[in-house]
């Protein structure tokens, strides 16, 4: 498939603020870098990173709206978590618009909360997105660390982190999340 990646560009510089269209060039550079190690398409990889977030400002009514006119129904725990819509209605857009292939849609559907029995595909975008180089949070040194001895280790402690962060704001923790750090602990799908 060709991939017409100005395209994608000129999209999200529609769509996105200066910062959010930053973090997306730098998850892309990292996720290609990452698939360059781990086994994916390092092209797929790039694209999947440039889109990621290519609805992540959308205003929640029209995401709603957007949910609605696609029969896509959210669980209550989504419902009262927004900041995860974009990542539902960004696959959705990708699919539909640029008619781009399963692992780079599922990649972008599964980037916020992750899920068990994730693909090559998923785990590098999940994990880019911890670790592009835009990210300067304290422990994102440890995270590239480990991103580099395996996805794995890399997305249990982005994982824990999600769930440390939304337990300690109250907050409904993703039953997909949860799954995804029980299976990654338990040792489940380390080779996928």
């Given at each position: ?60 009514e029209e995401a709603l709206a ?86 794995e280790l890399a997305m249990e ?30 040792g489940g799908n380390n080779d996928?």
């Amino acid at each position: 498939m060709d991939y017409n990646i100005e395209v994608y560009k000129e999209d999200i510089t529609r769509r996105l603020s200066p910062f959010r269209l930053h973090h997306s060039f730098c998850v892309a550079d990292c996720a290609r870098a990452l698939s360059e190690v781990y086994g994916w398409d390092p092209e797929k990889a790039y694209v999947a990173g440039i889109l990621h977030d290519v609805l992540k400002e959308q205003p929640e009514e029209e995401a709603l709206a957007f949910f609605a006119a696609r029969g896509i129904a959210l669980t209550p725990v989504e419902k009262a978590a927004p900041k995860l819509w974009h990542a539902m209605a960004g696959a959705a857009y990708i699919e539909e618009v640029y008619g781009l292939p399963a692992d780079i849609v599922t990649a972008v559907r599964w980037h916020t909360t992750g899920r068990a029995h994730m693909s090559l595909a998923e785990k590098i975008l999940f994990t880019a997105d911890f670790i592009s180089a835009d990210r300067d949070y304290p422990g994102v040194d440890d995270m590239r660390a480990r991103a580099r001895q395996s996805l794995e280790l890399a997305m249990e402690e982005g994982l824990r982190f999600t769930i440390f962060e939304l337990s300690e704001r109250r907050r409904a923790i993703h039953p997909d999340t949860l799954a995804a750090y029980n299976e990654i602990l338990l040792g489940g799908n380390n080779d996928a």
